[in-house]
């Protein structure tokens, strides 16, 4: 049934007559009650104006020359526009043939002439204000439908209707998201043949089809995609009741979330522990070894030994604390608790100062360092966690490099004079102004299996010396240059060396200095 928009309390009844007469009659006699009136003088017209109209209330003539009024009112039956639309049939026929007659085409009510003007309006009255309540009704479920199915299109969870035989009748765009497949493939298809390898489903659906009543079921499944893959989800389904059926389902509503990322986040965290336990495992060992051999032997060693070994306890001692340091670190990046107090800096001083704190281990490794860069290159950042990075960095390089080799850290605004050699990730920069550092070294290098994952979490590169470390400190650089809105690049070249470049957005508005 359509629903005609109110415009105002007025009920509209379509009048049809071929006598102009009774046309003018109900006419004088509605108008006066508030109604407002239209007219057809004969059956043609009627359907017109009633399609046009949307009348509260059709007052059929039964005899008209045309099309009668039985037919008139069958028609209006078949027009799923006007289905709902109360005919009131007129007619000077009072038997009971004629009324069994438009009961079969749905009539709704019946006046015969010459009819009683009281009864006419308590009939009017009675069947406009039902109506409009319908109207009313039917309007106020169509916005709750409208609002359940806009709820549905917009939820992050994939929601699928059945009937009872687990024919898809409604998807929303998650459940098109997660499957892969597109809303015209999916209505129809069948869910159970969808999940056919998983027998609690068959089971649930089976009960279904008993008609039975069964509470929702909800686990964990392996759901299917299009493409032939799978990905891990939590499904809930429940019987879609009915309350013409109140015994059993109409169909089945199916809630899935894909719990992808929350499968993924436990991999990381048990292998995050297992890898934090054995990086604390090995230098505990070797303090306790030390420790046991230093207590036990202590008379039998010379000074020498003695101080030796105290020193080893302390460098795996430092090693301990440096993991400890990087896992709270980590805890804090991955709660979203990470302390920030943003301040104007100038990347040249940071680097000069980070680089000057490692010149012991710079000359140990008898490196040649170049600096090269403006005076001045101001960003908004966080002081510790920018010269972490620094520190991370710059002690990566050295660390990877060989004996006698050359470091070289680079500075600039991104495409100014950006000196010789690539920048690993300017081509992907965004638009805007961004501060440029490059830290370059000899060493080692890279393969290229192992450059995807040289940001991972733990992850050492096998080299021929044993260079020591906890493998986060390059996951630390990248987050926290992730945490101020930067980007992180690195290029490499197996024994030829390494490049990582990383960018930060300057302070708006100030000039490259």
Known sequence: MAIRPFMDDVSTILVVDDDRVGRHLLTALLTPEGYHLITASSGVDALAMASDHLPDVVLLDVMMPDIDGFEVCRRIRADDRLSETP???????????????????????????????????????????????RRQLLARLKAERDRTRAILEALGEAVVVTDVDGNIQY????????????????IGMSFRALHGDDRRLQAFFDQVDGHRSLAPWHGEIISPRRDGTCFNAVLTLAPLLDVDAPDGAVGIVGVQRDITPIKQAEWMKERFISNISHELRT?????????????????????????HMIRDIRKHAQVLDELIGDVLEIARIDSGHIFSEPVRLNMADLIREEVDRQ????????LDVTLHGPERLEIEGDEDQVRRVLRNLINNAIKYNRQGGALRLDWCVHGTAMGAGPWPGAAELPGGAWAAVRISDTGVGLADKDLPRIFDRFYRVKTKGNVSGTGLGLAIARELITWHAGHI?????????????????????????
């Open 87 to 133: 005919v009131i049939m007129i007619t000077a026929l009072n038997d009971r043939a004629s009324r069994l007659q438009g009961i079969e085409v749905g009539a709704d009510d019946f006046l015969s002439k010459p009819f009683d003007r009281v009864e006419l309006l308590t009939r009017v009255r009675v069947i406009t204000r039902l109506t409009r309540n």
């Open 171 to 186: 998807v929303n765009p998650s459940a098109i998201e997660q499957t892969g497949y597109t809303r015209d493939e999916m």
């Open 283 to 307: 230098p505990l060992s070797i303090i306790t070894l030390l420790s046991g051999n230093l207590d036990t032997l202590y008379d039998r060693l010379d000074d020498s030994k003695r101080r």
């Open 359 to 366: 010149r012991a281990l710079v000359d140990r490794m008898r």
């Open 489 to 513: 690049a690195v290029a490499s070249e197996l024994g030829r060396g390494t490049t990582i470049a990383f960018y930060l957005p300057m302070i708006s508005g100030d000039p490259a200095a």
